[in-house]
């Protein structure tokens, strides 16, 4: 069967400080992969996805970037993280356009 | 572009009462419809699907009937539980092969024993 890892579970960084947030799939091959991050008020903002190795598509401009070095393995990165990076990301995969979307348990991140 | 608006919440019931959390989409043609669950600190889960009108997707009690006529995917159950309070979340994805889905806002349900 199909799981999918994301790690860290917390994490507290200060403004400034770099971040890598990682996630991993097993079980599928050429999956669809998804970041999402979701501030307080429940709202799912999409912020990345990908169809395959190396092809990056970005929702919405700002401080973050992903990669996909692997096929199965998505990382989302920043350089210099602001307050306002705070919030419950959300790493997701799913078979096909169509298919439904299969999360991880989430990474909380507070900027401080 | 595709949209998918749920009614506002919280939702408060009393354990054993009916729960309808309503959910209307926009899109064109004929897009798949999802509810997902999320418990507290947790991801999203897959609730229950449809893919086609008049699709009604099941799971744990939970029901919800793909209506193509008046755009809707209610969610219902016929008696909610305590271990039912969560955060759902009503989906669609389009049809034509698009890889991004559309989500709702999301709504709180609470339920008091």
């Known amino acids: 069967s199909q799981t999918i890892h994301q790690w860290p579970a917390t994490l507290v960084q200060p403004v400034g400080s770099p971040l890598s947030l990682e996630c991993t799939v097993e079980g599928t091959s050429n999956p669809n992969l998804y970041w999402y991050r979701q501030a307080a008020g429940r709202g799912l903002q999409l912020l990345f996805y990908s169809v395959g190795i190396g092809q990056i598509s970005s929702e919405v401009p700002q401080n973050l970037s992903a990669s996909r070095p692997q096929d199965r393995q998505f990382i989302l990165s920043s350089k210099k993280l602001l307050l306002s990076d705070s919030g419950f990301y959300l790493c997701?995969?799913?078979?096909?356009?169509?298919?439904?979307?299969?999360f991880g348990n989430g990474t909380r991140l507070t900027v401080t | 572009g595709d949209s998918v608006t749920q009614m506002e919440g919280p939702v408060t019931l009393s354990e054993e009462a009916f729960l309808t959390i309503n959910c209307t989409y926009t899109?064109?043609?004929?897009?798949?419809l999802f509810w997902y669950v999320q418990y507290p600190g947790e991801g999203l889960q897959l609730l229950l699907k449809?893919?086609?009108?008049?699709d009604k997707g099941s799971n744990k009690g939970f029901e919800a009937t793909y209506r193509k006529e008046t755009t809707s995917f209610h969610l219902e159950k016929g008696s909610v539980q305590v271990s039912d309070s969560a955060v759902y979340f009503c989906a669609l994805t389009p049809s034509g092969g698009s890889y991004i889905p559309t989500f709702g806002r999301g709504t709180s349900l609470i339920v008091h024993p």
């Open positions: 449809a893919t086609k009108a008049d």
């Open positions: 997701a995969w799913s078979e096909s356009g169509g298919s439904p979307l299969h």
């Open positions: 899109a064109t043609g004929y897009p798949s």
